[in-house]
């Protein structure tokens, strides 16, 4: 199985369970691991054959903007569901960290795994 990789897309959006994170933005890092198979688009160098990761990079940013998610683990669901949606994704791994939830960490988060059965 071939992987597409986004990696690092970082978004500002309402993330958490205190009063102070549902205040104000704080920054969400997020990144996927599309599994689906590349042969086709190589071999014909043809866009269309292609998952469209510009797409799917910008509909998970809108969505983790906008949906004002209690848990990490809620937000990795949803985007899970987003790409799962699109053809040619048969599984997808995805990582989602607030980077500013604990001091002294880089980031704290979950990931998780989905596939379309």
Known sequence: MDKILINDLRVNG???IYDFERDSPQEILINLVLFTQTK????TDDISKCVDYEKIANTVRTHAQ???????????????????AIAGVSKV??????TQA????A???VE???ENL
């Not at 906008?66 to 799962?84: F, H, K, N, P, Q």
């Not at 604990?102 to 960490?105: A, E, N, P, V, Y």
């Open 102 to 105: 604990i001091h002294f960490t």
């Open 66 to 84: 906008s949906s004002l998610r209690l848990t990490v683990e809620a937000l990795a669901e949803d985007i899970a569901a987003i790409c799962l």
């Open 14 to 16: 309402i993330i958490g």
């Open 107 to 109: 980031s704290v988060g």
């Open 40 to 43: 086709q688009a190589a071999e």
């Open 93 to 98: 791994s995805v990582r989602v960290e607030k």
């Open 112 to 114: 998780i795994e989905r």
